[in-house]
């Protein structure tokens, strides 16, 4: 039998502190098909917004990284404007130099790129026929017999095909495809992140004005603290993979490698990734100069090697001492979650939304605990 509900049965409820059901829940079990509706329904509706969010994704992921690189340029606009550089000249005089710059870039490097990855695939049987006359190749093939022999002529094989090349991307339509995408995403992002700029301060007063006007102080200046070091973030990643490229490109140009250049370009991509960039390239540097010279190999191994403890203790903490600050285990931790989720993007944004994550509890979460006796 239901228990009884009224006005005087909830009113004895909040008098004795007992908390009863309501009697909205009451009748709602007499309608277990409106029930079942509205339940089904709220489903349904969620399983669409995740499908909207899953076919959305690139445009998401276009939103961040121009976002992001809005972020990235702010710092240099607010140079300017402390020199007394109205804000929209400052956009303008930034954004006329990093494109006169990106576009200088592109024109001296891909199709200096685009010869070398040819001459490399040209030249593989030449670079592998080398490597088997090595000492290095001798012992290796002492070692471990006729399999070092077969992975080495499987290597050429494959790599003096174009077509496998080709077929890595998902053939040449794909790849043609993809390269169009990649371009048009890239205007996207740039165009988006010049938007995202002129109303930089327009949104952080718009973000601020969402929160209770006691609070709104507190959350512009936590707002102005994350913006800065995101940007300071961006910004010291990009000269720290500035200067791998360059230690790249000389040490592969004094050891007489192949291919110094594009070296260089496949170092400032690689080092972008936190914590990790700098040893992966490490480890295809070395692979590549091994093939053209064991002894360059080595010395651009000790010498890179040598250059990384340069950075992680000299360049680093002198070029992020104002951008973010995170212990060591959360930045491992954040780094191979947002890699996990977002590839790239997820490991680029990883450090900045822990140290922001980290600013918010801080300031905001642990000052409210102390304030509770």
Same mark, same amino acid.
């Given at each position: 039998?239901?228990?009884?509900?009224?006005?005087?049965?909830?009113?004895?409820?909040?008098?004795?502190?007992?908390? /009863?059901?309501?009697?909205?829940? @009451?009748?709602? /079990?007499?309608?277990?098909?409106?029930?079942?509706?509205?339940?089904?329904?709220?489903?349904?509706?969620?399983?669409?917004?995740?499908?909207?969010?899953?076919? #959305?994704?690139?445009?998401?992921?276009?939103?961040?990284? +121009?976002?992001?690189?809005?972020?990235?340029?702010?710092?240099?606009?607010?140079?300017?404007?402390?020199?007394?550089?109205?804000?929209?000249?400052?956009?303008?005089?930034?954004?006329?130099? %990093?494109?006169?710059?990106?576009?200088?870039?592109?024109?001296?490097?891909?199709?200096?790129?685009?010869?070398?990855?040819?001459?490399?695939?040209?030249?593989?049987?030449?670079?592998? *026929?080398?490597?088997?006359?090595?000492?290095?190749?001798? @012992? &290796?093939?002492?070692?471990?017999?006729?399999?070092?022999?077969? /992975?080495?002529?499987?290597?050429?094989?494959? !790599?003096?095909?174009?077509?496998?090349?080709?077929?890595?991307?998902?053939?040449?339509?794909?790849?043609?495809?993809?390269?169009?995408?990649?371009?048009?995403?890239?205007?996207?992002?740039?165009? &988006?992140?010049?938007?995202? !700029?002129?109303?930089?301060?327009?949104?952080?007063?718009?973000?601020?004005?969402?929160?209770?006007?006691?609070?709104?102080?507190? =959350?512009?200046?936590?707002?102005?603290?994350?913006?800065?070091?995101?940007?300071?973030?961006?910004?010291?990643?990009?000269? $720290?993979?500035?200067?791998?490229?360059?230690? +790249? %490109?000389?040490?592969?140009?004094?050891?007489? !490698?192949? %291919?110094?250049?594009? !070296? +260089?370009? =496949?170092?400032?991509?690689?080092?972008?990734?936190?914590?990790?960039?700098?040893? $992966?390239?490490?480890?295809?540097?070395?692979?590549?100069?091994?093939? +053209?010279?064991?002894?360059?190999?080595?010395?651009?191994?000790?010498?890179?090697?040598?250059?990384?403890?340069?950075?992680?203790?000299?360049?680093?903490?002198?070029?992020?001492?104002?951008?973010?600050?995170?212990?060591?285990?959360?930045?491992?931790?954040?780094? #191979?979650?947002?890699?996990? &989720?977002?590839?790239? #993007?997820?490991?680029?944004?990883?450090?900045?939304?822990?140290? *922001?994550?980290?600013?918010?509890?801080?300031?905001?979460?642990?000052?409210?605990?102390?304030?509770?006796?």
């Amino acid at each position: 039998m239901a228990p009884a509900t009224g006005p005087a049965t909830d009113t004895v409820a909040v008098q004795s502190g007992e908390a /009863l059901p309501s009697r909205t829940f @009451w009748a709602s /079990l007499n309608h277990p098909f409106a029930v079942g509706f509205f339940v089904t329904a709220g489903a349904l509706i969620a399983i669409v917004l995740g499908l909207a969010v899953s076919n #959305l994704s690139t445009v998401i992921i276009y939103v961040v990284f +121009a976002m992001f690189a809005a972020l990235g340029l702010d710092p240099l606009v607010r140079m300017l404007e402390r020199h007394s550089v109205a804000r929209p000249w400052g956009i303008v005089i930034v954004y006329t130099v %990093f494109a006169l710059v990106l576009v200088g870039i592109l024109w001296l490097i891909i199709p200096t790129v685009i010869d070398q990855i040819t001459a490399f695939v040209k030249n593989v049987p030449q670079l592998v *026929s080398d490597f088997q006359s090595s000492s290095v190749y001798a @012992w &290796l093939q002492n070692n471990f017999g006729d399999q070092v022999g077969d /992975l080495v002529g499987q290597i050429q094989k494959f !790599l003096s095909d174009p077509a496998n090349i080709a077929a890595i991307g998902g053939g040449v339509v794909q790849v043609g495809v993809t390269i169009g995408t990649t371009i048009s995403g890239l205007i996207i992002i740039l165009v &988006l992140s010049l938007y995202f !700029l002129a109303s930089l301060p327009a949104m952080k007063v718009a973000f601020t004005s969402l929160a209770p006007a006691r609070n709104r102080p507190k =959350v512009s200046s936590i707002t102005e603290q994350i913006t800065t070091s995101i940007g300071s973030y961006l910004g010291g990643m990009v000269v $720290l993979a500035f200067f791998n490229a360059i230690v +790249a %490109f000389i040490l592969y140009l004094v050891l007489g !490698l192949p %291919f110094p250049l594009l !070296l +260089a370009v =496949v170092a400032f991509v690689i080092t972008l990734i936190p914590l990790v960039g700098s040893v $992966l390239f490490w480890v295809i540097g070395s692979t590549v100069a091994l093939f +053209a010279s064991p002894l360059g190999a080595l010395v651009f191994a000790i010498v890179y090697i040598i250059y990384m403890q340069i950075e992680a203790y000299v360049l680093t903490p002198r070029v992020m001492n104002k951008a973010v600050s995170v212990p060591g285990s959360l930045v491992v931790i954040g780094a #191979l979650v947002g890699g996990t &989720l977002l590839g790239l #993007l997820g490991a680029l944004v990883a450090i900045p939304v822990t140290a *922001s994550i980290l600013l918010i509890i801080k300031q905001v979460v642990i000052p409210r605990q102390d304030s509770k006796v």
